[in-house]
């Protein structure tokens, strides 16, 4: 029987990853035609090519002839680019510029995903205008990564959003997921960041924004420039440790907040609250409870069976 394919086709980089999963599904469920493109976890799902090697995603591109391109593929761990800088730049910086000059070729709208790492966090919120000062390495490749964007591709759009949760293959796959066995042995105290605040946002959230900023886009050519999106929940890690214990009806005494500026790896800025207004008058947004989306996310890494049972049975 002849299946329908949408006829709005949209290519999402990194689509192997934690967000670039959700975008996917989100597109695909939406009555989008979604190509996701990754690399060492591409296959069978997903095409394989190499965001360094620019002829291939020329090829891609001109191949599948997207309307929308999300661009979600970069290297996101802070303390990896301080160790490997060149690596980063080039997928951070280079790729990104290289995709919005293949994207501007085809007429594509590009949504390019960047952190609110850009920001010092000395002056939350922060709206779009506001002047970025990045911290550390990973947050100025991604700020040099939206320049080149916006450089090469004049209609693009920059979407900044901060530390993401979701439905993780694995648990180091997230920042706040990976806590989850800190939080479940109890039996060993741990000390937790309680410094640092930050804004956990769930990937479907995101996925959503990415997909109504593109279908906006479509209907209006105006829709282009710098967005933030952001849960509105601030917490600790410790708070979101904390929140995660209760959620799972696990103890959390074990769990030791600490004050203290962190003194290893790389510089984080303190509050680096993006403020989401310019997307909220737009109609834009999604915010899903953050005990509602962790419980989702980590119940099938919950070691207590027990629990388990008294939910499901």
Same mark, same amino acid.
């Given at each position: 029987?002849?299946?329908?394919?949408?006829?709005?086709?949209?290519?999402?980089?990194?689509?192997?990853?934690?967000?670039?999963?959700?975008?996917?599904?989100?597109?695909?469920?939406?009555?989008?035609?979604?190509?996701?493109?990754?690399?060492?976890?591409?296959?069978?799902?997903?095409?394989?090519?190499?965001?360094?090697?620019?002829?291939?995603?020329?090829?891609?591109?001109?191949?599948?002839?997207?309307?929308?391109?999300?661009?979600?593929?970069?290297?996101?761990?802070?303390?990896?680019?301080?160790?490997?800088?060149?690596?980063?730049?080039?997928?951070?910086?280079?790729?990104?510029?290289?995709?919005?000059?293949?994207?501007?070729?085809?007429?594509?709208?590009?949504?390019?995903?960047?952190?609110?790492?850009?920001?010092?966090?000395?002056?939350?919120?922060?709206?779009?205008?506001? +002047?970025?000062?990045?911290?550390? @390495? =990973? #947050?100025?490749?991604?700020?040099?990564? &939206?320049? /080149? *964007?916006?450089?090469?591709?004049?209609?693009?759009? +920059?979407?900044?959003?901060?530390? @993401? =949760? #979701?439905?993780?293959?694995?648990?180091? &796959?997230? /920042? *706040?997921?990976?806590?989850?066995?800190?939080?479940?042995?109890?039996?060993?105290?741990?000390?937790?960041?309680?410094?640092?605040?930050?804004?956990?946002?769930? *990937?479907?959230?995101?996925?959503?924004?990415?997909?109504?900023?593109?279908?906006?886009?479509?209907?209006?050519?105006?829709?282009?420039?710098?967005?933030?999106?952001?849960?509105?929940?601030?917490?600790?890690?410790?708070?979101?440790?904390?929140?995660?214990?209760?959620?799972?009806?696990?103890?959390?005494?074990?769990?030791?907040?600490?004050?203290?500026?962190?003194?290893?790896?790389?510089?984080?800025?303190?509050?680096?609250?993006?403020?989401?207004?310019?997307?909220?008058?737009?109609?834009?947004?999604?915010?899903?409870?953050?005990?509602?989306?962790?419980?989702?996310?980590?119940?099938?890494?919950?070691?207590?069976?027990?629990?388990?049972?008294?939910?499901?049975?």
């Amino acid at each position: 029987e002849d299946v329908d394919i949408p006829s709005r086709r949209v290519l999402i980089t990194g689509a192997t990853g934690l967000l670039g999963r959700a975008v996917f599904k989100e597109f695909n469920e939406n009555n989008w035609n979604a190509v996701g493109c990754g690399y060492r976890r591409a296959q069978p799902r997903f095409e394989q090519v190499n965001l360094l090697d620019s002829i291939a995603v020329h090829d891609i591109i001109h191949e599948f002839q997207p309307h929308v391109i999300v661009h979600c593929a970069a290297e996101r761990r802070p303390d990896v680019v301080e160790s490997q800088p060149d690596v980063a730049s080039q997928l951070n910086v280079a790729a990104s510029g290289n995709l919005a000059k293949e994207a501007a070729g085809v007429g594509a709208f590009l949504i390019y995903i960047s952190t609110d790492y850009v920001f010092d966090g000395t002056s939350p919120p922060y709206k779009e205008t506001d +002047v970025p000062n990045p911290l550390n @390495l =990973y #947050g100025k490749t991604k700020l040099e990564g &939206e320049k /080149a *964007v916006l450089e090469n591709n004049e209609g693009a759009a +920059v979407l900044r959003i901060p530390v @993401l =949760y #979701g439905e993780v293959e694995r648990l180091e &796959e997230s /920042a *706040v997921t990976v806590m989850f066995d800190k939080v479940q042995f109890s039996n060993k105290s741990a000390n937790m960041d309680h410094w640092q605040q930050r804004f956990p946002t769930n *990937v479907k959230d995101v996925a959503t924004v990415c997909r109504q900023l593109a279908e906006k886009r479509m209907l209006d050519p105006s829709v282009k420039g710098t967005f933030h999106w952001s849960g509105n929940e601030q917490m600790t890690k410790y708070e979101m440790a904390c929140a995660i214990a209760d959620a799972f009806n696990l103890p959390s005494s074990h769990l030791r907040p600490i004050t203290d500026c962190p003194v290893v790896g790389a510089l984080r800025p303190r509050n680096a609250q993006l403020d989401c207004s310019k997307l909220e008058m737009l109609g834009i947004g999604q915010r899903t409870p953050f005990r509602a989306g962790i419980k989702e996310s980590l119940w099938p890494f919950l070691v207590d069976k027990r629990w388990r049972q008294t939910v499901f049975h």
